[in-house]
């Protein structure tokens, strides 16, 4: 495989690194290992770091870094939805204030 094109680094769909690159990968035609003539060629978006790669097709690419990429459409910039959390069954209850007995307190 052989880089082409503009080598700007791409956010990989997959581990999400600024790491997928856009390249050439020929198929040949080997006699003991050795490549002879090239059969077949094809153009692939390639991350570097964890091997995702998929052919180039017209009208999609990789998203640049920096530009709040998230599938699912949620930018990493924005908060979610505030919803309203009941707190957890153990917490304590309002007004109550665990801790040690004061000294004029017995213990129980």
Request: charged share 10%; with cysteine; hydrophobic share 30%.
């Amino acid at each position: 495989m052989k880089p082409e094109g503009d080598q700007t680094p791409r956010i990989c769909p997959r581990c999400r690194n600024a790491s997928t690159i856009r390249v050439k990968s020929r198929s040949w035609f080997e006699l003991c290992f050795v490549p002879l003539i090239p059969m077949s060629s094809e153009h692939l978006w390639l991350c570097t770091i964890c091997q995702w790669s998929v052919p180039l097709q017209q009208g999609w690419e990789p998203a640049l870094p920096g530009y709040g990429f998230q599938p699912g459409g949620h930018s990493p910039w924005q908060a979610p939805p505030y919803t309203q959390m009941s707190p957890p069954p153990n917490a304590a209850q309002h007004g109550y204030q665990p801790g040690y007995p004061t000294p004029n307190q017995k213990p129980m």
